[in-house]
């Protein structure tokens, strides 16, 4: 049974930081595509970040590149995102996400997410 299970989510400052972790398990998270959307009251969901299976290769969304750092830790079955210098913009509900087959594919499993808000 595949279980994406996010944590790391919080009210941070503008400027801040803070580190998603999403804990996969009924499947090898380094044999898919793994990635990171977000969603905002009244907005669409948008895709943040993607880890390739084959290579590593990172993609980010525009408008978090340079900010947002997205890993994983094949011993622990877990990914990552680093978000820092984080602004008012980035606040949404953010999701660890399993693509279909590639990081230009859509996602087949999503875990519950975790609310991420950026506010003084």
């Known amino acids: 049974q595949v279980q994406l299970v996010e944590s790391g989510g919080g009210l941070v400052q503008p400027g801040g930081s803070l580190r998603l972790s999403c804990a996969a398990s009924g499947f090898t998270l380094r044999y898919y595509p793994m990635g990171w959307f977000r969603q905002a009251p009244g907005k669409e969901r948008e895709g943040v970040a993607c880890?390739?299976?084959?290579?590593?290769?990172?993609y980010y969304t525009d408008s978090v590149k340079g900010r947002f750092t997205i890993s994983r830790d094949n011993a622990k079955n877990t990914l990552y995102l680093q978000m820092d210098s984080l602004k008012p913009e980035d606040t949404a509900v953010y999701y660890c996400a399993r693509h279909r087959g590639t990081c230009s594919a859509g996602y087949d499993y999503w875990g519950q997410g975790t609310q991420v808000t950026v506010s003084s």
């Open positions: 880890i390739s299976s084959s290579d590593g290769k990172t």
